[in-house]
């Protein structure tokens, strides 16, 4: 951005600007930990070092069932370009076929595998009952969204209906937990912490080296262009569904893991931090979407130090509504070209 | 099947129904897909509520007061999100409707998830005078029908005022918006500032529906005004149809009569089953008629065009 403009033969700019725009996204991160560095400073100094830092273990564990929830979203919204606003639900529903399955007495690591599962298939059908019908039937946005926020009003009450209302557990023991030191850290949110790192390592990995990663990262960034290197659309479009489902189902199952119990309610007010993971990562980027997971999860958490804990939430909508305001591109975001 | 129960549903229409003309001057008329009505509402009705009890205001008079102040956060939402992509502007206003409940559920000036209680005694005063009145019809023994006819006649006279308005050049000037903001812009038109118009005016009519919540529920907590109703609003939009102030009307009233009628048949569920079931049955209704009739009942397929 900040490069003198000079004239240059064709192909000599696009090589260039591909070098600077593959200088300037690493430098953007760069910029961002170094952000988040100070910030941690401040707050350290402020605040003092033992608070910050459980704060900021907090933060990771908040940050990666944000990342991890916000990669389906991001994906659909670029790919598909769908609001979908039932993926807040698909957490919901990861959490309860857990408890579904544990019920049915499968032991916990194989029911919440069983959940993820379970969610991959039921972000599948909604695929073949609900989108593919209207993607056929060339809807309108308002339809789109309204047939999202309906899908979403039947699987939260659906769950609702059948496991109740009450506050729930996933029936693990909540009461252990390690010393780090002078910090503490609850047994399951630091398996929680190392699945979700661990699972975001993963995704990362898989989204930049297999095949299907790679078409959908094509897919998400310039539809077209991805359609005529000759990729299979209705397979992609699958997987999109199978990856995001089962990455809500497991960042639904981090989230009941960490917060110890919860209700069918979570996933409307999660959905708002997952769309400003979303927002902050750029629309369709699935990096960035872990990335801004984590800036979420850290700020929630860091906002405990300062606020009542319970106006944690509140941190989320404000980001996301500042984010739209002043950079809907988002942080690695270009602004958009003529599409 | 008692004569109560149906004059609950005709409340519950009525007020809905005030609701929702507001949503359909946005996303019918203008193409805004305002999603934080159900945040303008709970504003209205907490003002109301805050204004009369800790500060001793007459309830006629905290009414055009709470109207106001939902206008204002109307300018406030409306100034700093009306220039995003609608998708965005969508998003943004169900953050404002959830910022907002979470705000009266955690701050200490609403009360909290106790709730506010105790501003409706004016109300009950007028509402007894009525009852007497109807009582030489012999209909004194119905206690919610001086709020039904005072919510019916709100919404007749709103609705015609509506349709009137929609008849006039600013009216032809928010279609023009919602058919193409570009065009309308470059022919000299204030753009945002009918947008704002648009939004200010429904925030306006969630306000009074807010204010008839209050007096049907007695008793003001945070999830009366769950951003979810937002949502029972846009069902009923879709079944009266788009771009047509009378659909609302019929909307409401079928929605209602159906979605309070499971309460007669279902009698084997627990109270927490049928109030899931209620909210199921609203997600099949936004998928279902989005899916068969997108412009609904009475609505016109040409006039239905949101923008990307």
């Avoid at chain 2, 008079?61 to 406030?76: H, K, N, Q």
Wanted: charged share 10%.
């Amino acid at each position: 951005m900040s490069a003198t403009p000079t004239v240059r033969a064709s192909a000599a700019e696009d090589d260039a600007s591909a070098v600077r725009s593959r200088l300037a996204s690493p430098s953007r991160l760069t910029v961002l930990v170094a952000v988040m560095a100070v910030v941690f400073c401040l707050l350290a100094a402020l605040f003092g070092l033992v608070p910050t830092a459980q704060a900021t273990i907090n933060g990771f564990v908040a940050g990666s069932y944000t990342g991890l929830g916000a990669i389906g979203l991001t994906l659909v919204l670029g790919i598909l370009k769908l609001v979908n606003f039932a993926h807040g639900d698909l957490l919901v529903a990861g959490a309860y076929f857990t408890i579904l399955f544990a019920w049915l007495g499968l032991p916990l690591p194989l029911a919440m595998l069983g959940a993820m599962v379970a969610t991959a298939a039921l972000a599948l059908v909604t695929e073949k009952i609900v989108w593919q019908p209207l993607r056929q039937a060339k809807a309108g946005t308002l339809q789109l969204f309204l047939s999202a926020i309906g899908l979403g009003l039947v699987i939260r009450f659906s769950v609702q209906f059948f496991a109740g209302s009450q506050v729930r557990t996933l029936g693990a023991n909540v009461v252990d937990s390690i010393a780090l030191g002078p910090l503490r850290l609850g047994t399951l949110q630091a398996v929680a912490l190392l699945v979700g790192l661990a699972a975001m390592l993963l995704v990362g990995l898989a989204l930049r080296f297999t095949g299907i990663g790679k078409e959908m990262r094509a897919f998400a960034d310039n539809r077209a262009l991805a359609e005529v290197s000759g990729i299979d659309t209705q397979h992609v479009i699958n997987m999109t569904w199978i990856v995001s489902g089962f990455l809500a189902g497991l960042a639904g199952i981090l989230y009941a893991t960490a917060i110890g119990s919860f209700n069918p309610n979570f996933g409307l007010t999660l959905l708002l931090s997952l769309f400003a993971a979303t927002v902050l990562g750029g629309i369709g980027n699935a990096y960035g979407a872990l990335v801004g997971g984590l800036v979420i999860g850290l700020s929630q958490e860091w906002s405990t130090l300062m606020f009542n804990a319970r106006w944690k939430p509140a941190v989320g909508f404000a980001l996301l509504i500042l984010m739209l305001l002043f950079m809907p591109q988002g942080i690695f975001g270009r602004k958009k070209r003529g599409s | 099947m008692s004569v109560d129960f149906w004059i609950n549903v005709g409340v519950l229409a009525g007020i809905y129904g005030i609701f929702t003309l507001g949503l359909q001057l946005n996303a019918g008329f203008t193409g805004l897909l305002n999603f934080g009505q159900a945040g303008f509402m709970a504003i209205g009705a907490y003002s109301i509520g805050i204004l009369v009890v800790d500060h001793g205001w007459s309830l006629w008079l905290a009414l055009p007061a709470a109207v106001l102040l939902a206008c204002l956060a109307s300018v406030v939402v409306g100034i700093s999100s009306l220039r995003l992509r609608s998708d965005h502007f969508a998003i943004a206003t169900i953050a404002f409707a959830e910022i907002v409940r979470y705000t009266l559920q955690n701050a200490a000036f609403s009360g909290g998830n106790q709730g506010i209680l105790g501003f409706d005694d004016e109300w009950r005063a007028a509402s007894g005078w009525m009852l007497s009145k109807l009582g030489a019809f012999g209909l004194g023994g119905y206690t919610q029908l001086p709020l039904l006819l005072v919510v019916w006649l709100s919404f007749v006279a709103l609705l015609l005022a509506l349709q009137g308005l929609q008849r006039t050049g600013w009216g032809r000037v928010l279609r023009a918006i919602r058919e193409d903001e570009d065009a309308t812009a470059a022919l000299g038109k204030n753009v945002l500032s009918y947008k704002l118009q648009s939004l200010g005016l429904a925030a306006a009519l969630a306000a009074i529906a807010g204010f008839f919540v209050a007096l049907n529920v007695t008793y003001l907590y945070p999830t009366v005004f769950d951003p979810t109703f937002t949502f029972f609003g846009y069902a009923i939009l879709v079944l009266g149809g788009f771009a047509s102030y009378g659909g609302v009307a019929i909307g409401s009233l079928v929605f209602w009569a159906l979605l309070e009628g499971t309460r007669l048949i279902d009698a084997s569920l627990s109270a927490g089953q049928q109030a899931s079931l209620r909210f199921i049955i609203v997600g099949l209704f936004l998928l279902l008629l989005s899916r068969l009739r997108p412009q609904g009942l009475l609505g016109n397929v040409n006039e239905m065009k949101v923008r990307p």
